[in-house]
């Protein structure tokens, strides 16, 4: 109770992010309307959802999403082929929470991961 069960990505590029976001994470987008895109993060129907939400620019809020992955640095890497910059490498986090690491997307977009290990 009292979990996210939606998040919104920003972009400047519907078509650009919703590829880097597929071949990424394996995610399902489609179009829903003009300037929203659904975001199916898991294949699960009940699960979180997601929207990718079209901008004219890309700017950062201060606030940070993070994605939960298997491999941080073999996500950066993937990332950076697919036209994205690392920004932050992998890190710890105290008190053995786990890892983080940042890329950019082209149009800016700020987006961080997480995983245990």
């Not at 929207?51 to 999403?65: F, K, P, S, T």
């Not at 082929?81 to 008190?95: F, H």
Request: glycine share 12%; proline share 4%; net charge negative.
């Amino acid at each position: 109770m009292h979990g996210f069960c939606h998040i919104e990505l920003v972009t400047s590029n519907m078509e650009q992010s919703a590829e880097v976001y597929r071949k990424l994470f394996g995610w399902e987008i489609r179009p829903m309307m003009e300037g929203y895109w659904m975001i199916n993060l898991d294949g699960n129907p009940a699960g979180v959802s997601g929207g990718l939400l079209h901008v004219e620019e890309v700017v950062d809020c201060g606030g940070q999403n993070y994605i939960e992955v298997s491999d941080i640095d073999a996500t950066l890497a993937k990332a950076v082929a697919l036209g994205a910059k690392t920004i932050q490498e992998k890190r710890p986090l105290p008190d053995n929470m786990g890892f983080i690491g940042m890329f950019e997307m082209p149009d800016g977009y700020k987006l961080g991961i997480f995983s245990q290990k």
